[in-house]
C-alpha cells in the first residue's frame, strides 16, 4: 500500500490499491473516508448507501480497514452494522403492524 491506513484515508483510493481487480471499487463514492464510515455507522445511517456500492464483500473488507484503523475487534464494527439493520426491521415492522 502506497499511503498510511487511517480514519482520513479515503475508503475509494484505499480499496482500488488493495483490491486492484475488483471493478467494484470504482463505483465507491469519490471522497468518502473511514471517519465517514465510522460515523455513518454511529449514527445507524446506511453504509451501502455512503458508499454508493452495495455489495457484501466490499462492506466486509471495508469494515476490515475499518476495524485496524479503531484498532478493534471486527465484530464491533458489524455490530454497529447490526444495529441499524436491526433498528431499521423494528421500525418498518412497527409501521407495517399500524396499518
Partial sequence: MRFKLDKQTEVRAYYMDKYATDELGE?????????????????????????????????????????????????YIFSQWLRRTEYEHAFTMNKTNKN
Fill in 27 to 75: 463505483q465507491i463514492r469519490r471522497g468518502v473516508t473511514f471517519k465517514d464510515v465510522f460515523n455513518t455507522l454511529d449514527n445507524r445511517a446506511c453504509v451501502y448507501d455512503l458508499l454508493n456500492v452495495h455489495d457484501s464483500l466490499v462492506r466486509e473488507r471495508v469494515f476490515e480497514a475499518l476495524s485496524k484503523i479503531m484498532k478493534c475487534e471486527y465484530d
